[in-house]
């Protein structure tokens, strides 16, 4: 994402970064930043707490007007409530899925739309980035 | 490291990479001062383009593939939240499935829009699969339809949120 808040900026665009990864982000270094310490895959809240989602972006708004210096990550005051860094169980293979070029869909009903739409040759094989259709 | 000290995902992913055998990976290292747009007004006065790279996709569009997916996704921003999918090969989805505004704040951004904290959304939110590989990929590949997008919707704002 820093290559791309980087590109937006040089644009005019002013952007901001969510993170939930320190060391990323400061690698990365984008012109805006806040930081939510809770595990990866909960960038803007956690699933069912439509309160606290909102409070998260409230003071995400506010860090996009305050923060003035580029290169400021902003700690949000927000906790898991739990040690969810301890917990976590220490890695030693690789959960990541198979890296292959044919589309994974999350359930052959979302295949099936797909393929109804646009046809076996876009929506079941690998096919060349532009030639996917974006809506 | 301090209790509440952040995870270091670049140490922890390189030694899981080496322990597997793998080339260590860079991650893209930006020094110096970044690019800074100031604000053109003031936030409850600006259209905000959302940008998500979750690997999310509305049901009825193609899915992401793995393998450095360059390919971006147009979603509207008033879209029924129990239409998102996502599709990644390195992040734990159950959350996201459960509720995709965890990854994909869009509830949230609605209702701040709705009490005038923020003035409005584009149209359309934009939304690819992160973890992608080649730099070189991305910079020659996604971004430039990215920021073709994103001019054409003319944003004040661009709230990126990876995972």
């Known amino acids: 994402m820093g290559l791309i808040a980087h590109a937006l900026e040089a644009e005019g665009i002013p952007t901001l970064c969510m993170s939930s990864a320190w060391s990323i982000t400061a690698s990365v270094n984008p012109p805006r930043a806040t930081f939510l310490d809770f595990p990866l895959g909960h960038t803007s809240g956690r699933p069912g707490r439509p309160e606290e989602q909102l409070e998260i972006l409230r003071d995400v708004l506010r860090a996009f007007a305050n923060i003035e210096t580029p290169g400021t990550i902003v700690r949000l005051p927000y906790s898991w409530g739990e040690d969810w860094r301890r917990a976590e169980p220490r890695e030693t293979g690789d959960a990541r ?15 099936s739309a797909a393929l109804a739409r646009f046809g076996e040759s876009r929506a079941c094989r690998g096919c060349a980035a532009q030639d996917v259709p974006t809506r | 490291m301090a209790e509440d000290a952040p995870v270091d995902y670049i140490a922890r992913t390189l030694a899981t990479y080496r322990k597997l055998g793998y080339p260590d990976y860079r991650w893209a290292r930006n020094e110096g ?11 409850s006065r600006s259209r905000l383009l959302l940008i998500a790279s979750g690997g999310i996709y509305r049901s009825g569009q193609v899915a992401f593939h793995h393998k450095d997916d360059v390919s971006f996704r147009e979603i509207p921003s008033d879209v029924d939240t129990g239409e998102l999918r996502t599709s990644h090969f390195a992040y734990d989805q159950t959350a996201a499935r459960r509720d995709p505004n965890v990854v994909f704040p869009i509830e949230p951004l609605r209702a701040l829009v709705k009490e005038g904290a923020l003035g409005g959304l584009c ?39 990876p995972v």
Do not use: H, K
């Not at chain 2, 939110?125 to 919707?153: C, D, H, K």
């Open chain 2, 123 to 161: 149209d359309d939110v934009l939304t690819f699969m992160g973890g992608i590989y080649s730099q070189r990929r991305l910079r020659e590949e996604l971004v430039p339809r990215l920021l073709e997008n994103a001019r054409g919707q003319a944003p004040d704002l661009a709230l990126l949120v």
């Open chain 2, 33 to 43: 001062v970044p690019p800074f747009a100031p604000l053109s007004r003031e936030v």
């Open chain 1, 97 to 111: 899925t198979e890296r292959s070029d044919t589309p994974v869909y999350q359930s052959e009903a979302d295949r």
